[in-house]
Nanobody, 123 residues
């Protein structure tokens, strides 16, 4: 019933920046915690950031804290992830997801997923 579409991925040099967008339809993001995950080739999908339902309080994985920022526009039904100071190890497919709980950091907590957008950081 909820659809999520990511955009904004691309190829950048180390130290560069990108902004990823996630547009929701079918249901409003106002009733969901919205998260970003990433998956590199051969690795498990890992938590990156989330913004809590109701409160809007953000949380981040230690690996991206201080470099990435999650935000939302409920009027636009859109969640953003600003990626700054990118490193080669940030290379992955980035996924937007929606969870009903206020606290959600594991993939199993999320009910809806986008198809992902590729981020490549290389020289």
């Amino acid at each position: 019933q909820m659809q999520l579409v990511e955009s904004g991925g691309g190829s950048v040099q180390p130290g560069g920046s990108l902004r990823l967008d996630c547009v929701a339809s079918g249901r409003s993001i106002s009733t969901y915690t919205m998260g970003w995950f990433r998956q590199a080739p051969g690795l498990e999908r890992e938590f990156v950031a989330a913004i809590s339902r109701d409160s809007g309080i953000p949380s981040y994985a230690d690996s991206v804290k201080g470099r990435f920022t999650i935000s939302r526009s409920m009027a636009m039904d859109t969640v953003f992830l600003q990626l700054n100071s990118l490193k080669s190890e940030d290379t992955a497919v980035y996924y937007c997801a929606a969870a009903p709980a206020r606290t959600a950091v594991a993939p199993k907590d999320y009910d809806y997923w986008g198809q992902g957008t590729q981020v490549i950081v290389s020289s």
